[in-house]
């Protein structure tokens, strides 16, 4: 299965967490992977070379810091000129069909703050929802996402393992929680 992860983060100089993500993801030999601000400084999106990337890959990730609840600015604007009628939805828009797609994101509140009555106040996958209802709207597969809650410089490693795993796991394993 061919691979392109999207991170998306405004300063990866100075992430720990993304970046300790994305070293482990770089060393995967069949994985494509990007990084959106350092290729669109001018945030002039190039539509045409987005959109055949990716007709070319199976599955998609993006990978972003949680930012107000949401992505950073360039990855929804990405979003905003890629994902267009005619081409990712709509009449003549069934490009995206059968491709999956998954969100892998950092957040700076642990797993129990996002719950009901939790600090705030829901979880990660109702924040989500946006993605998997655009993701779905397009023809494509959400599967479940990756979320990593703040773990310690010393779990870097370990949290980087399961990153790489889960972006590769089957969808039945990731369906399932296996
Ligand atoms: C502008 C901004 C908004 C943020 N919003 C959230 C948020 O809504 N929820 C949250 O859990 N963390 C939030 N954070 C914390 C980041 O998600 C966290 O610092 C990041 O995921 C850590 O990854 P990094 O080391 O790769 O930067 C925010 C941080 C910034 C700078």
Redesign the pocket.
Known sequence: MKIMVIVA?P?LA??????ALMNEVSKLPDVRVRDLYQEYPDWQIDVEREQQLLLQYDRIVFQF?????SCPPLLKKWFDDVMVHGWAFGPGGDHLKGKEFIVA?????GENVYRAGGH?WFTMSEYLRPFQATVTRCNGTFLPAFVSY?PSQAELPSEAKRYVEHIQSSVYALARGQ
């Open positions: 983060h300063n100075d992430s720990v967490l993304n970046k810091p949680f930012y107000w609840y994101t950092t957040t700076g509140g705030n703040g």
